[in-house]
């Protein structure tokens, strides 16, 4: 049982430094509105994963290629947005770390903002739905019929220990430490991690666009 414990961590540990749609958004949040927000976006896939689990563990096969396709395509438009946003806010933004240094609670952004954020990502984004549907979903059945609810249970336990508590902790260091980059670089950051969420939405949306096309 402690074997599946390891294989979810193992996969988590993969999956929390992939520097994903989730991740870049994470850290971006994390520069720009401070800690609890950037932590906030880490705890998005404890609350919108557990349907994912069972559609693409119970669903997968059966459902048509051309809905992972549309997903991908919609998911990455709605990432490229947020990244052409960041990068306009981030250009445009005065940056007063000074302020950030002096008034610390206020500039930290305990809003659901983040979070709502990053569960549309997480809906949106075919990547929870294949992973679940390939390597997750057989092992975790496999799992359950080998040691039934605790093997299961050790299973998505490691996964998700590792993957929301690597991020929540990147998060956590970044949002607290924003005052140790000069207010260029912080620009800079925040403007490159805003590009990079564009790049990823624009893969996204290509790749999907792939698929449907195939298909049709």
């Given amino acids: 049982m402690w074997g599946f414990l390891l294989l979810g961590m193992s996969f988590g540990l993969q999956a929390s430094v992939n520097p994903g749609p989730s991740l870049t ?31 693409a563990t119970l669903l997968v096969g059966s459902l ?21 946003r960041g990068v306009r806010d981030a250009w445009a933004r005065t940056i007063d770390l000074a302020a950030l240094s002096t008034n610390r609670n ?32 057989p092992n975790l059945v496999k799992a359950w019929t080998t040691y039934g609810l605790p093997g299961a249970g050790m299973f998505v336990f490691g996964f998700y220990l ?43 949306v290509r790749d999907g666009i792939n698929t449907v096309w195939e298909i049709l």
């Fill in 25 to 55: 958004l994470a850290v971006a949040r994390s520069l720009r509105d401070g800690a609890r927000a950037g932590m906030l976006v880490t705890i998005a896939p404890l609350l919108t994963d557990a349907p994912i689990i069972a559609i």
């Fill in 64 to 84: 048509p290629g051309t809905l992972f396709g549309w997903l991908g395509i919609i998911g990455g438009g709605y990432i490229m947005w947020l990244g052409i």
């Fill in 106 to 137: 206020a500039a930290d952004d305990g809003s659901m903002k983040s979070l709502l954020s990053a569960m549309l990502i997480n809906f949106l984004n075919p990547n929870p739905y294949l992973f679940w549907g390939t390597a997750g979903g």
């Fill in 162 to 204: 590792m993957l929301v508590g690597i991020r929540a902790t990147l998060a956590y260091i970044i949002g607290r430490n924003r005052t140790a980059f000069s207010p260029k670089l912080y620009q800079i950051i925040l403007i490159s991690s805003g590009t990079l969420l564009c790049i990823l939405g624009g893969i996204l």
